[in-house]
């Protein structure tokens, strides 16, 4: 079974810092992209940050800055490192990737979710 498995989320004080941690495991042949979403209460789904296999990376406006996204190909895991966190960044955060799967078939994938609160 191909899937994303999460952890590190919490609560935190405003100026506060966490580092959330995404593993992909199944048979994947590869990953093009992974990153991270994030849902808010009463809003839809956003990207975070996403890095693609050339490394490039993306982030959203409001975390420029404040969140770091680094991935390691060889255990297959992405982590994002959140900083000067603010009670705006509250939501739940869901890893995201793009793979191949064992017959190169394109698979989306998401993780269960990991509550971030910051609290002011």
């Known amino acids: 079974q191909v899937q994303l498995v999460e952890s590190g989320g919490g609560v935190v004080q405003a100026g506060g810092s966490l580092r959330l941690s995404c593993t992909a495991s199944?048979?994947?042949?590869?990953?093009?992209?992974m990153g991270w979403y994030r849902q808010a209460p009463g809003k839809q789904r956003e990207l975070v940050a996403s890095?693609?296999?050339?490394?490039?990376?993306l982030y959203t406006d409001s975390v420029k800055g404040r969140f770091t996204l680094s991935r390691d190909n060889g255990k297959r895991a992405a982590y994002l490192e959140m900083n000067s966190l603010q009670p705006d960044d509250t939501a739940v955060y869901y890893c995201?990737?793009?793979?191949?799967?064992?017959?190169?078939?394109?698979?989306?994938?998401w993780g269960q979710g990991t509550l971030v609160t910051v609290s002011s």
């Open positions: 995201h990737a793009e793979v191949h799967g064992s017959g190169w078939n394109l698979l989306e994938l």
């Open positions: 890095e693609n296999t050339g490394g490039n990376t």
């Open positions: 199944g048979s994947i042949l590869s990953i093009n992209a």
